[in-house]
């Protein structure tokens, strides 16, 4: 009885000793948003495009606002909303961009922390002249 009681308490001590394989994560309230700014080649606004987001599966990506109000030629590429698509490696999408006469694609590379927190952009244009 003895002998299973040391053995008890000795799985007990070291499985209390494991480290913890989860990061200690504190985010805050900060909501990012992957942005663009999309002109023509006369540097004037474009206002009146269709976007969309597509993931390296396929998978259209929607973010929880696809322009800003403020700012009418400031697309949204992805936000936080979209985080749980990505990982600390850094992940590409495409980013379509069409009028009624032509489409466009431009390719970003985004990642989040390891807390999943945030997203982040890793490369990609802050301008698009379409």
Known sequence: MKLFVSILFALILFNGCKENSEPD???TQVFAMITVEITDSLNRPLTNLQTRTIDVYGNTMIPLYKKLD??????????????YAFNTNPTQVIFIVNDSIRTKTYSFALNTDECKCHINKIDGPQKIIF
């Open 25 to 27: 994560c504190v985010c």
């Open 70 to 83: 403020h700012q009418p030629n400031i697309y949204v590429i992805a936000d936080d909303s979209n985080v």
